[in-house]
């Protein structure tokens, strides 16, 4: 039961991650293949300040803040670029921040990673403090979720839409197409931010190696197989991927073979993202619900 | 004095591999305009297949598994185009990086479940080093060079001197023009990806060679061979060239100055200033694609 709890927990933070990737990748079509450095950002400054004995809301707070900063300084340069070059750009400065965490010992304690993260003090630590963890979770989550269709909705959600299909005809209608971009990678980075602190918190210990380019790509998948550019797509598809890998645990492998499971996984991922590609680019819940027969 | 001239000459040896390794990337980025992901996984399973045939149950002595271990390596380079990019080449660009990234991941994830993750190597034992004027070269190293000159030759007189080369140069120019000239797309794109893998394998095996295996080597050595090919301007052969030789001598020159922990983190900045400075590349030859 509790072990139920964990997953559905994960599969939330998860859910949330996705979103914030979608409205980059699905709704303003910029393909961000360094989402996991803004999930880590928040993760870390959370985690330190909340080491350091800053009130969780708190610190929780600031490393969402963190997380857009960061956002912000690697959109105005990289926004210069476009499509896959755009990807390029963001892959590699996931990597340098990935970098960072493992050298920069004397903040990060490097390899190490940084245990003991206290949860929110009404929550409740360990086992018990479960129920009320996936409570917030599912709150957030909701919040996220709601927004993420206001916005969608949204004059503004609109003309990123406007800007994903030709930018030269938002620039004719008038629209900034780089701030509306810059805007909508600060907010990705914010929700991504969210994520990383509610993992850090959750899960009480991080280190550099929790986010890697397996985490883009898995958080990826989750955009592509749900749906992108719609909004509960990135959701569901976060669920499908977390209960897929939970459930390989229980698949009957003999004890020698366990060191098997986790490329076994990494190849399905890696085979489903090319069959997805091949076969159904929209996803399973798809933008235009089959209405675009043409 | 002599030691700088040693992080010089090492990053030569390194720089001779990236550039193999550049040369392939920015040879499929030409013709299909975009960045094949997977292309580390290739250079990564060139370096595992001949270790699977020097092992038992095969044992072939290792200057004969070269050979075979080569030809798998092309076939998977053309199988991934055949099944994977073929069909998606009209499409999205984007659709192909995503499905690139997938190919990758399937590959990698196909070594580790084969061999493990752990560290390995060929099992030669290390010969000590030829001493020249102060500096130091092993036999191994020798060979990479030797090896990079000979293939980047072969390329050179290919590109220049045939029909095939020719034509090539022409798709790379402008695809839609080249088909309607009637050059074979076909026989183009297989030469591309034949020439890729080779070098790939080529270049992975060598550099195993003189190193170790791990699944991961693909991946470090498919960015900085990115880096590399961003250097010389995507699309540049000669470029791409210049480039492998710069990154190799930057990053073994760079840990004079940063702490080795730092080593890979040149490569990503220089790509991320790159990019954003001079997205033609340093040696500007070729325009207008991003």
Known sequence: ????????????????????????????????????AFFGIGAYTSALLGLSGLPVSLSMALGMAAAGVAGA??????????????????????????????????????????????????????IAGLPMFL?????LTVLVALTGRRL???????????????????????????SLKIRAV???????????????????????????????ILVLLCVVLG????????????????????????????????RLVAPLQGMVYGFVLILIMLKRPEGIVSEYRGSRQC | MTYYAQLVLNGVIAGSIYALFAVGLTMVYGVFRFINFAHGELIAW???????????????????????????????????????????????????????????????????????????????????????????????????????????????FLLTRTMLGKSLRAVADNMELAAVMGINMKKVSLTVWILASLFAGAGGFLLALDTNLEPVMGMTNMIKAFAAVLLGGAG?????????????????????????????FISFALIFLLLILRPKGIFGVLTGVR
Not at chain 2, 78 to 87: A, F, H, I, T
């Open chain 2, 46 to 156: 060139g370096a595992y297949l001949v270790l699977l045939l020097i092992n038992p149950p095969f044992s072939v002595p290792l200057y004969l598994a070269v050979l075979p271990a080569l030809l798998v390596t092309m076939a998977i380079g053309v199988g991934q185009d055949r099944y994977v990019y073929q069909p998606l080449i009209h499409g999205n660009r984007i659709t192909l990086l995503i499905a690139s990234i997938g190919v990758s991941y399937l590959l990698r994830n196909t070594i580790r479940l084969i061999w493990g993750s752990d560290l390995m190597t060929y099992g030669i034992r290390p010969v000590r080093g030829i001493q020249f004027a102060g500096l130091s070269i092993t036999p191994t190293q020798i060979l990479m060079i030797g090896a990079a000159v000979f293939f980047l030759g072969a390329l050179y």
């Open chain 1, 73 to 126: 300084l690697l959109a105005i340069p990289a926004l210069r670029l476009t499509g896959d070059f755009f990807g390029i750009a963001t892959l590699v400065f996931a990597e340098m921040v990935r970098l960072f965490f493992v050298n920069e010992r004397w903040l990060t304690k490097g390899p190490m990673g940084l245990p003991g993260i206290p949860r929110p003090s009404w929550i409740g630590e360990g």
């Open chain 1, 1 to 36: 039961m509790d072990y139920l709890l964990h997953i559905l927990i994960v599969a939330l933070i998860y859910g949330i991650f996705a979103i914030s990737l979608n409205l980059e990748l699905g709704y303003t079509g910029l393909y961000n293949f360094g989402h996991v």
């Open chain 1, 227 to 258: 749906g992108k550019g719609t909004n509960w797509g990135p959701v569901l598809g976060a669920f499908i991927i977390i209960f897929f890998q939970e459930a390989l645990r229980f698949l009957p492998i003999p004890a020698d073979f366990g």
């Open chain 1, 152 to 178: 969608a909705t949204s004059p503004f959600g609109r003309a990123l839409k406007v800007v994903r299909e030709d930018e030269y005809v938002a620039q004719t209608l008038g629209k900034n197409v780089l």
């Open chain 1, 135 to 139: 409570i917030f979770c599912i709150l």
């Open chain 1, 186 to 216: 600060i907010l990705g980075s914010v929700l991504a931010g969210l994520a990383g602190c509610l993992w850090a918190h959750y899960i009480s210990y991080i280190s550099p190696s929790d986010f890697t380019l397996n985490e883009t």
């Open chain 2, 236 to 264: 540049n052969v000669w470029g791409a060239l210049v480039g492998g030789l710069f990154i190799g001598i930057a990053e073994n020159v760079g840990v004079a100055f940063f702490s080795p922990g730092y080593k890979d």
